[in-house]
């Protein structure tokens, strides 16, 4: 019964973890900013490109940001 206890509790910790990444993810620096906003310049919508020059993030954190921030309605 003790294992069954210890098992969920692990559950809900991995799962407050997972919430406050993915609230974090949008978060970027103002140096991160402006590199995204110059590398889209350059590249345009190269995501992996955009990430490579920024440690620790994705290709799909930055599209995410780049068109939560930055996307236009047609």
């Given at each position: 019964?003790?294992?069954?206890?210890?098992?969920?509790?692990?559950?809900s910790?991995?799962?407050?973890?997972?919430?406050?990444?993915?609230?974090?993810?949008?978060?970027?620096?103002?140096?991160?900013?402006?590199?995204?906003?110059?590398?889209?310049?350059?590249?345009?919508?190269?995501?992996?490109?955009?990430?490579?020059?920024?440690?620790?993030?994705?290709?799909?954190?930055?599209?995410?940001?780049?068109?939560?921030?930055?996307?236009?309605?047609?």
């Amino acid at each position: 019964m003790a294992d069954l206890d210890h098992s969920s509790e692990d559950n809900s910790s991995v799962d407050s973890r997972e919430e406050s990444s993915q609230d974090t993810k949008l978060e970027f620096s103002e140096d991160e900013e402006v590199l995204v906003i110059l590398m889209y310049n350059l590249v345009g919508e190269r995501w992996s490109l955009i990430a490579g020059r920024i440690p620790g993030r994705t290709a799909e954190e930055i599209e995410k940001y780049w068109t939560s921030r930055y996307s236009t309605s047609e």
